[in-house]
């Protein structure tokens, strides 16, 4: 394992070094992990909220049943069905129980709503964050490439001055070759003229 932790390190600083010489890799590797978590977070809230929604179908179907266990325990009273009141009110108790369990559930289920869609809003921002330093570097780069091409095309070694041939240091092999042809058409048209 001791190896494979080295390698694992040596990898991890040598990625390290290419981002850094490379901000805008290290930015778009960011604003990925971002918008990964942007849909975590997206997809985090979906489920609170459907949660949110079964929760409160249960609530209402436990308060109906509280309120149906109510009225019988008022109706074995006025009867004097002692045999069925304490179990009827035991119920109720139950059901009240129930209720309340299920409303703190929903109180924590609409907390946990409220933090995810403050960190998806800083999460977007962080984004856009991102994205405009992005685009800034992206700029800083094409102008340095602008800018380093104009001056690798003014200071190229090759000379092709026409002006004045004579100031090459070295032949250049086509000129030689244009001047060797027209040096011999013109001996040539001299010799036809003679």
Known sequence: MGLFEDFSRVLETRLDEFLKNNPHLELQAIDEQLREQEAETTRLLASFRLREKQLEAEILSTAKEVQRWHVRV???????????????EEREAALLRQGNQLWGQMKGVKDRIKQTMQLNQQIKQRRKDVKAKLAETETARTAAQAKQWQTAGWNQTADYSFRNPSTHSHSDDLEKTFSQWEMDEEVERMKRDL
């Open 74 to 88: 008022d109706k074995a009273k006025k009867a004097n069905r002692y045999d069925l009141v304490q179990p009827a």
